[in-house]
């Protein structure tokens, strides 16, 4: 979506972010890894495909992206990469949960349906951010995307996080709340209409148990279960009975005194009540507001048919909500399925999420909306363009489908030279189920063997689902039958290397540890890291410097010894193991 200016209805209408996307060239799916045969829309995954991911007690929706929180304290997320906000250090999309780089003790986690960043709450009450940051909406004081998690500035006691298109806000324990990032309709609160790289406090507003932030307005609701907003006020969003003014403070919306949760699309912003009854206001372009009608409304409606809801979740032009008795419901725009239904209808009343199990919470994004199941497991079904959907795919589906967990713990490899102590073992085993190697013999994983050149090729290709390259390679010493060739065909076309010299690729020399930080860092498409690395054996001056800084802020390696990263030791099948799952899953995958 264009920023600077707010988009008029025609433009959601009719040319969004996921309208434009449709049939354009999408990012590289090199994360497919390869191995996620038989996973098809609306199919379970176990029996012929990859497990679901599981230990999942949040799930949020963005524009092209989702992330699930596990009871583990660490984030998982997938789908659209373009400005790092899946955390791991790279900008490649990802069709299933990949691990975000640093974050172990989050407890909780947002991205609304319009934002191209995600944020964490930690237990420590700190917030990280990370992705998209053209408007500061990070809050560490920069306008710097981030590949991977920052530390929003002075932000202690957090308990609710609300990360929206181009602002977040977060309330505090205290009763108050910040916001920082855009504000060109005053969607921060603070009284301006000035962006601000670090959170600023909302004025006048005491008692916010919860925030929740939409395209350029924000809502938080009280501990009085009154809701306040602030911010645009186009189509009403603010549900003061106007649209006539934006707001640059909080204002009371109309009719609301019984919330018990607040959640908001692009420009419109839905609560649940004690009666479990749903109100929605603002624009309605699509059904949005449930009412069974396309008219915005600047005051709440009530949404048709519900009685018995316990959460609601605004998606970009659609809503959804999980309902006492396990089922869920959405309405809206239906864009290749967002509402779960098995069409691709838009309706202005709820209907019915098909095939979905006992839900405990929705989360619905711009493109594609999402489920918690009781079981800790997540669904997610609409648009899958960038693999939003988890589940090893790029097809759409109007059903649900399962998210999948091929980066976490898989089953014992086999291998009787590889120990269940190991610190590779999880990775080892994880290649296995990856299909990215059988071993080196019946049994034999063969850890403390040297990778050469050659089987770094494959195992990259391998990894990368075995793209066809469309050319050949023109290596001397690289046979065109030989079980590498297609590999180094692929490694030169990606760009990954050129060879050791013109015409050598050299296939038996062994990879040092140099030259493993370069081959990851520019598979990952040579992101640039924020900090140099401070390791005394690597010459800021060499040519692996920078993949190595940006090896140690993607997690990926600590290194061989306080201050020392041993640059010439040759590589290991252990370590490289190790490597690979890390650069691809992220550091904190079981």
């Given at each position: 979506m264009t920023t600077g200016t707010t988009p008029t209805a025609a433009t959601l209408k009719g040319t969004s972010t996921v309208r434009a996307r449709c049939g354009g060239a999408l990012a590289t799916l090199a994360l497919v890894l390869g191995v996620l045969t038989g996973v098809v829309p609306g199919s379970s995954a176990g029996a012929t495909g990859p497990p679901p991911l599981t230990g999942i007690t949040q799930i949020t929706s963005g524009a092209m992206h989702s992330c699930a929180l596990l009871n583990s304290g660490?984030?998982?997320?997938?789908?659209?990469?373009?400005?790092?906000?899946?955390?791991n250090g790279t900008t490649r999309d990802a069709s299933v949960p990949l691990a975000v780089a640093g974050i172990t003790n989050a407890v909780a986690i947002d991205s609304a349906s319009t934002s191209?960043?995600?944020?964490?709450?930690?237990?420590?009450?700190?917030?990280?951010?990370?992705?998209?940051?053209?408007?500061?909406?990070?809050?560490?004081?920069?306008?710097?995307?981030?590949?991977?998690?920052?530390?929003?500035?002075?932000?202690?006691?957090?308990?609710?996080?609300?990360?929206?298109?181009?602002?977040?806000?977060?309330?505090?324990?205290?009763?108050?709340?910040?916001?920082?990032?855009?504000?060109?309709?005053?969607?921060?609160?603070?009284?301006?209409?000035?962006?601000?790289?670090?959170?600023?406090?909302?004025?006048?507003?005491?008692?916010?148990?919860?925030?929740?932030?939409?395209?350029?307005?924000?809502?938080?609701?009280?501990?009085?279960?009154?809701?306040?907003c602030w911010g645009s006020n186009a189509w009403g969003a603010l549900g003061n009975g106007s649209s006539a003014t934006d707001s640059k403070v909080p204002v009371m919306v109309s009719g609301i005194s019984t919330a018990t949760a607040i959640s908001s699309g692009f420009a419109h912003t839905c609560a649940t009540l004690t009666s479990g009854g749903v109100r929605c206001w603002g624009q309605n372009i699509d059904?949005?507001?449930?009412?069974?009608?396309?008219?915005?409304?600047?005051?709440?409606?009530?949404?048709?048919?519900?009685?018995?809801?316990?959460?609601?979740?605004?998606?970009?032009?659609?809503?959804?909500?999980?309902?006492?008795?396990?089922?869920?419901?959405?309405?809206?725009?239906?864009?290749?399925?967002?509402?779960?239904?098995?069409?691709?209808?838009?309706?202005?009343?709820?209907?019915?999420?098909?095939?979905?199990?006992?839900?405990?919470?929705?989360?619905?994004?711009?493109?594609?909306?999402?489920a918690l199941l009781s079981t800790g497991q997540g669904r997610c079904w609409g648009y899958n363009g960038s693999g939003q959907l988890g589940n090893g795919t790029i097809a759409a589906s109007p059903l649900p489908t399962v998210v999948v967990g091929?980066?976490?713990?898989?089953?014992?490899?086999?291998?009787?030279?590889?120990?269940?102590?190991?610190?590779?073992?999880?990775a080892v085993a994880w290649l296995v189920r990856a299909g990215i190697t059988g071993g080196t013999a019946p049994g034999k994983y063969s850890p403390n063997a040297k990778v050469t050149r050659a089987q770094m090729a494959v195992f990259l290709w391998t990894n990368a689902a075995k793209p066809t390259p469309t050319a050949p390679h023109t290596f001397t010493d690289v046979p065109t039958n030989s079980y590498y060739s297609t590999a180094v065909s692929w490694l030169i076309e990606a760009g990954i290397t050129g060879g050791t010299a013109p015409g050598k690729y050299s296939p038996n020399a062994k990879v040092t540890r140099a030259q493993m930080a370069v081959f990851l860092w520019t598979n990952a498409a040579k992101p640039t890291p924020t900090a140099p690395h401070t390791f005394t054996d690597v010459p800021t001056n060499s040519y692996y410097s920078t993949a190595v800084s940006w090896l140690i802020e993607a997690g990926i390696t600590g290194g061989t010894a306080p201050g020392k990263y041993s640059p010439n030791a040759k590589v290991t099948r252990a370590q490289m193991a190790v490597f690979l799952k890390a650069n691809t899953c992220g550091p904190t995958t079981a």
């Open positions: 660490s984030v998982r997320c997938w789908g659209d990469n373009g400005f790092g906000q899946l955390g191209l960043s995600t944020c964490a709450v930690l237990a420590t009450g700190g917030v990280r951010c990370w992705g998209r940051n053209h408007h500061g909406q990070l809050g560490n004081g920069t306008t710097t995307d981030s590949t991977t998690p920052v530390a929003v500035s002075n932000i202690t006691g957090a308990t609710s996080i609300a990360a929206g298109q181009d602002h977040t806000c977060v309330a505090l324990s205290n009763g108050e709340a910040r916001c920082w990032g855009w504000n060109n309709r005053g969607q921060l609160g603070n009284g301006t209409t000035t962006d601000t790289l670090v959170p600023a406090t909302v004025t006048g507003l005491t008692g916010a148990a919860a925030v929740s932030a939409g395209g350029g307005h924000t809502c938080a609701a009280l501990t009085d279960q009154s809701v306040r059904g949005q507001l449930g009412d069974g009608t396309t008219t915005d409304s600047t005051t709440p409606v009530a949404v048709s048919n519900i009685t018995n809801a316990t959460s609601v979740s605004g998606g970009y032009q659609h809503s959804c909500v999980r309902l006492a008795d396990g089922g869920a419901s959405c309405w809206g725009y239906n864009y290749a399925g967002l509402l779960g239904d098995g069409t691709t209808t838009d309706s202005t009343t709820p209907v019915t999420v098909s095939s979905l199990g006992s839900a405990t919470k929705m989360a619905a994004g711009q493109s594609q909306s999402c091929v980066c976490e713990a898989a089953p014992d490899p086999g291998f009787i030279d590889v120990s269940t102590g190991a610190n590779y073992y999880n």
